[in-house]
């Protein structure tokens, strides 16, 4: 069974920084496919940035050059560092992985990420 730990998040002010973790464990890291989600208030959850199939990376339009997916294999983690945070940017962030060996997907708890202007 993969867990995924959010942590990280918390009030900033419009202009910030945070950087997310997500800490996978129950599966070698390799095996999963992982990436960041966001629900705002009253929308629906939507990408923000992803590991693609062949290693690189993807993001949504309205975060691109602002914020940067890595993951630290050492560590078993993925992060988010997110940066000139906007209050738009305000929602609980989550982190995802797929399993590779069974297409199965897994969600962390979410964590708080309020920007204020």
């Known amino acids: 069974q993969v867990q995924l730990v959010e942590s990280g998040g918390g009030l900033v002010q419009a202009g910030g920084s945070l950087r997310l973790s997500c800490a996978a464990s129950?599966?070698?890291?390799?095996?999963?496919?992982m990436g960041w989600y966001r629900q705002c208030p009253g929308k629906q959850r939507e990408l923000v940035a992803t590991?693609?199939?062949?290693?690189?990376?993807n993001y949504a339009d309205s975060v691109k050059g602002r914020f940067t997916i890595y993951r630290d294999y050492a560590k078993n983690t993925m992060y988010l560092q997110m940066n000139s945070l906007k209050p738009e940017d305000t929602a609980v962030y989550y982190c995802?992985?797929?399993?590779?060996?069974?297409?199965?997907?897994?969600w962390g708890q979410g964590t708080q990420v309020t920007v204020s202007s």
């Open positions: 995802t992985a797929r399993l590779l060996t069974t297409n199965n997907d897994y």
């Open positions: 129950g599966s070698r890291f390799n095996l999963l496919r």
């Open positions: 590991f693609t199939s062949v290693g690189s990376t």
